[in-house]
């Protein structure tokens, strides 16, 4: 396209965002929904637009635009509601994670005959949710905020299982055996050591940052701070988006820790957080970064055979089939039944699917050209059905049904209420 015409489409991207978020607000209609049509007629329906045009930016812009939104959603996570959400998450998380590799893997292999071990791939490679659909999806939807935050913190520790299993499995074809103990040795020291460094590059950067705001132009040096935290983190063997959640929880927390006396001898009482300012700044950038990923995940989609796209909502319809069960497993008991109901369709797929989907082809594994096409229509199927179905349980009697295996939820908490009232 002429350079006019491209800067005329981003400055109309960039209103029709807009405009997709008020209607979002009015309709429940998602506006990542939206936007990942409007990439899907650029690119696989118009051929205006490929991703090969993107070269190696596109994975780039895509990376930092993760990044960006999982620190931009650590700043607002409370400390105290994380605690309580630690444990239900994990479970949550492992649970899922689980029932959709070998559900995918095991249905992929029956569908389509390729050895089990690389179907298993598969579901590993889709077994993650995306934080760039949960965190704008559910901040729109009526969930309490411990709901919220075990749907994100789920997103962030996910891609690290979904990244290390799916490697694990190319390593077991050039090794000729899967070392179970290497990947889960691997996925502990990534989550825990990944922690570690998001949490002190946070006390130092609060630390630091009065002096920071001394310089002239300097209200980007907190994203370019997580960009390096990111880059460091990852260059180390760590996961980058891990530091990056941990950073802004602890960056947004600062003044919880500023009375323990550990932190009064290490770190000076100048500690402090972002201003509003910085917030809104942030809040922009990831607002404009979301607007071009989703495009760009539309784009990246590609519909080369029917057949592929009856696989993929085969294995997409697995994916929201084991999802009700992950969730009551995974759930406090003292979740609302409404609130288990909205967990119990969040499982759409994104950034980390499409990334490695690409590998198994590049290592020339057999079957890894259905491998990569299947998971990038089974990665927009799924954010198909998570936003439509949130869209229903809103506004329709499914509701009902999804709350249905949870009914006995949120019936302690409840009890205690009534007879406060009492």
């Known amino acids: 396209m002429h350079v006019a015409t491209n800067i005329l489409v981003v400055g109309f991207l960039v209103f029709v965002a807009h405009a997709f978020t008020g209607l979002f607000s009015r309709t429940r209609i998602p506006d990542v929904l939206l936007l990942t049509t409007i990439g899907i007629i650029l690119g696989p329906l118009a051929h205006l637009v490929k991703q090969e045009n993107f070269g190696d930016v596109g994975p780039v812009f895509a990376t930092v635009t993760l990044v960006i939104l999982l620190f931009e959603a650590g700043l607002s996570l409370d400390l105290d509601v994380l605690k309580g959400a630690i444990r239900p998450t994990l479970v949550l998380t492992l649970t899922n994670f689980v029932l959709t590799m070998v559900g995918v893997g095991l249905l992929a292999h029956y569908l389509t005959g390729l050895p089990t071990r690389l179907t298993l791939m598969l579901g590993a490679i889709i077994g993650s949710t995306s934080p760039a659909v949960i965190v704008p999806l559910t901040r729109r ?3 309490a905020e411990s709901s919220r935050t075990t749907l994100f913190i789920e997103s962030a520790i996910s891609d690290v299982l979904s990244i290390v299993m799916a490697i694990g499995f190319v390593q077991s074809y050039q090794l000729g055996k899967l070392q179970v103990g290497q990947m889960v040795g691997r996925i502990i020291s990534t989550l825990v050591l990944a922690g570690f460094a998001g949490a002190g590059a946070g006390f130092i950067w609060s630390a630091v940052l009065r002096r920071m705001r001394g310089f002239e132009n300097s209200i980007f ?6 960009f390096v935290l990111f ?3 990852e260059l180390l063997g760590f996961s980058g988006y891990v530091a990056a959640v941990v950073f802004g929880a602890v960056l947004g927390n600062i003044e919880a820790f500023q009375g323990m006396s550990w932190f009064q001898r290490y770190l000076p009482r100048a500690a402090i957080t972002l201003n509003d300012t910085e917030r809104v700044f942030i809040a922009e950038v990831v ?35 084991v999802r009700p ?10 979740t609302a039944p409404g609130d288990a109901a909205f967990v119990a369709i969040m499982s759409p797929k994104g950034l980390a699917a499409v990334v490695l989907a690409s590998i198994p082809l590049e290592q020339h594994l057999p ?7 299947v998971t990038y229509v089974v990665v927009f199927l799924s954010i198909v059905f998570t936003c439509v179905l949130s869209f229903l349980l809103e506004r329709t009697a499914l509701a009902r049904l999804y709350a249905l295996p949870f009914r006995h939820f949120g019936r302690p908490k409840t009890l205690v209420a009534a007879s406060a009232g009492d």
């Open 141 to 143: 939807l009526s969930m």
């Open 367 to 373: 079957g890894g050209e259905t491998l990569r096409d």
């Open 287 to 321: 607002f404009l970064l979301k607007t071009f990923f989703f495009v760009y995940v539309g784009v990246s989609i590609k519909f080369t055979d029917l057949g592929l796209v009856y696989l993929a909502l085969a294995l997409t319809g697995m994916v929201f089939a």
């Open 221 to 226: 040096t907190t994203p370019a701070f997580v």
């Open 231 to 233: 880059g460091i983190t």
């Open 325 to 334: 069960a992950a969730a009551w497993i995974g759930l406090d008991r003292q």
